[in-house]
């Protein structure tokens, strides 16, 4: 969860003739699949995509991301540069230490378009708890990826390996049947 505190700039209230001051409002953010599934309800399009973001949709997901509980919605207007990069250093942190091989070819395959459906497909089918919705989205992800590296059939050993496995099969047997063949 990342905190961040919203500080509004002091304004003129011409009416009065008085500087006004707005509190300070500290929101309390979470990149989680519940939040990436109401996104995408709204845009009706996939939030984990390579396509540059306007600043309403990227305010609109910072709007789906906060936990906290009546937030006036002129605060979100206040949001800083530093702000904004703090949230997307969050968004982008692994929220994990775990590390999955990558195939041999670096490849994982097609790339294939993933939005909250196939990451709710992906939970249901790993068995992995609803609760974990509101986890990191990062770190659910990982989650998917070690359940799917697990799952994996084993790799076929080649002509190669199989000839040499049985060789060395055959050389122990001898051996321990004093036997030459």
Not at 16 to 26: L, R, S
Request: some cysteine; hydrophobic content about 35%.
């Amino acid at each position: 969860m990342l905190r961040i505190t919203i500080a509004p700039p002091e304004q003129w209230d011409e009416l009065h003739n008085e500087f006004v001051y707005m509190k300070p409002q500290t929101l309390q953010l979470e990149h989680s699949l519940v939040s990436l599934s109401k996104w995408e309800s709204k845009w009706c399009k996939p939030f984990l995509s390579r396509e540059v973001k306007t600043w309403d949709e990227t305010l609109d997901y910072i709007k789906c991301m906060t936990l906290t509980q009546n937030v006036d919605p002129i605060i979100y207007n206040y949001l800083t540069n530093a702000n904004v990069n703090e949230i997307n250093k969050y968004i982008d942190a692994p929220m994990t230490a775990t590390k999955i091989p990558e195939k041999k070819n670096g490849r994982r395959g097609a790339r294939e378009q993933v939005t909250a459906e196939l990451i709710y497909y992906w939970m249901v089918t790993f068995n992995i708890p609803f609760e974990c919705q509101k986890w990191h989205l990062n770190r659910l992800l990982t989650l998917v990826k070690v359940c799917e590296y697990k799952n994996r059939p084993a790799k076929k050993m080649s002509g190669r390996e199989l000839a040499s496995r049985n060789s060395a099969l055959n050389k122990q047997r001898r051996a321990k049947l004093n036997s030459r063949g």
